[in-house]
């Protein structure tokens, strides 16, 4: 076994203090690139479902101008539908009077 002497573990020391403050410096700019990619994954991620979750009203829009102008497809009566979409209300007009 060899013993360490004052200086050596000086210098050991001051190596290992700069080895940890170089490594904290790579961790802190990857874990920045890491956390921006999370980040805008999480993002685009949480947009992509709110699309899609919104499918579902546009589909229920649809079917309610279909509906309106079929119940008055004979009638001269000019009829508008409110639509919601991320909630906030639309008014498709009636195709029929362009």
Excluded: H
Excluded at 71 to 77: A, C, F, H, P, Q
Excluded at 84 to 95: C, L, N, Q, R
Aim: glycine share 4%; hydrophobic share 50%; charged share 15%.
């Amino acid at each position: 076994m060899s013993a360490l002497t004052l200086d050596a573990a000086k210098s050991l020391s001051i190596t290992v203090v700069i080895v940890f403050l170089v490594g904290s410096l790579a961790a802190a700019w990857m874990m920045k690139t890491i956390m921006q990619k999370v980040v805008v994954i999480a993002v685009l991620l949480l947009l992509a479902f709110s699309v899609y979750s919104q499918r579902t009203s546009l589909q229920d829009c649809a079917d309610k101008v279909q509906g309106n102008f079929t119940r008055d497809g004979t009638s001269v009566t000019v009829t508008d539908t409110e639509c919601s979409f991320f909630g906030a209300k639309v008014t498709i007009t009636d195709p029929r009077t362009e």
